[in-house]
């Protein structure tokens, strides 16, 4: 029992001795080690998967964290225009791509912005969205009108499709909340539904070509109805800045084999109007210099350019954007800038 009893007593000594070794190490000084350089973590506000924004974005989300030192972004998919740019105003995002008509309404306070405008400053615009109106070829519905009393996807709510889907069938004589069956489906889902026979037709505004509708269109013969009809009502109502005539070459989808007349926006990239001019700067800059990157991961990239970057944007160019422009000789036609 002794003999136990001074094991036990050597072992508590022996803990004893290693914990003061511890504390002795831990008290002492370290050697000093190279501090980590601080990162910051920009949010950019995208679309859902099936559209071009959230393909774009992830394509910037790269560029910027491989080209920027101290700066990580992430593409987040959301339902686009006006979810993004409530999350700029909200905090919770840091850039976001957004229709120039959306984005008009965030900065007077209007529409889905009543009472509340986005300060907000633009870095580019990217391209032009199209409008899309689409259905199953047979479907019986061959013009905006045939809509009546059918199921229609009119875009995520949140989005800038569900906007210009309501603008579009107002202008066409159809009241948009009383005339359809209203659903509110992402342009993948819409493209399922369709192809599933859950709807008649959807509404999408994107790019040329959307993957949703790519995909769509070779496994289900489509139609994209003629929207170009109810272009100067909308121009006349909104301003003749915003819409504009554009056109859906044949062959962009399969079993599209003629152009379709249609209506398109500007897609403007934005950053609210406080964002650190030095890092909007390295942005723009960054996006020009990678634009075969760029390009390589969605054909609307190609449409980066000098001359219509500056143009376009319903608020004024970010200060840090308006730097680089100056740089390239772009800024003469630029509108003003705010600081």
């Known amino acids: 029992m002794r003999k136990l009893g001074r094991m036990k007593v050597d072992a508590r000594l022996a803990i ?13 000084p370290q050697a000093s080690s190279p501090a980590r350089p601080r990162v910051a973590r920009l949010s950019i506000a995208t679309g ?11 394509a910037l ?14 593409a987040e998919v959301t339902s686009a225009s006006i979810d993004n740019l409530k999350f700029l105003r909200d ?56 809509l009546k009393d059918k199921v229609v996807s009119m875009g995520s ?3 800038g499709t569900e906007t210009i889907a309501d603008r579009t069938l107002a202008a066409a004589g159809l009241d948009p909340a009383r005339d359809i069956r209203r659903e509110n489906l992402s342009a993948q889902a819409s493209a399922d ?15 040329l070509p959307t ?13 994209i109805l003629d929207a170009a009809n109810v272009l100067s009502k909308l121009q006349a109502q909104y301003g003749e800045g915003l819409y504009r005539p ?43 210099e990678k634009k075969a990157a760029l390009a390589a991961a969605h054909a609307e990239a190609r449409n980066l350019n000098l001359q219509t970057a500056v143009l376009g944007s319903p608020v004024p160019l970010h200060p840090g954007a308006a730097k680089y422009y100056a740089e390239t000789g772009a800024a003469a036609k630029a509108a003003p800038t705010k600081p």
């Open 48 to 58: 859902g998967t099936g559209g071009v924004y959230y393909v774009y974005g992830g």
């Open 211 to 223: 993957a949703a509708v790519l995909d769509l269109a070779i496994s289900a013969p489509i139609v």
């Open 16 to 28: 004893g001795a290693s914990l003061a070794t511890v504390f002795v190490a831990a008290c002492a």
């Open 246 to 288: 554009v056109s859906i070459p044949a062959s962009t989808y399969a079993s599209i084999d003629v152009e379709v007349r249609t209506f398109g926006v500007s897609n403007v990239l934005v950053v609210p109007a406080n964002f650190d001019a030095e890092r909007a700067y390295l942005i723009v800059k960054t996006m020009f």
């Open 91 to 146: 905090g919770k995002a840091d850039i976001a791509f957004t229709l120039a008509d959306t984005l008009k309404d965030a900065s007077e306070g209007k529409g889905a912005f009543e009472g509340r405008p986005v300060d907000l400053r633009a870095l580019a615009v990217l391209y032009t969205n199209v409008t899309h109106v689409v259905t199953k070829k047979g479907s019986g519905i061959a013009k905006l009108g045939d």
């Open 193 to 207: 539904a369709l192809k599933d026979g859950k709807i008649d037709a959807f509404f999408w505004s994107g790019g």
């Open 61 to 74: 989300a790269r560029v910027i964290s491989e080209s920027i030192p101290g700066v990580e972004a992430t």
């Open 157 to 159: 709510v949140g989005s």
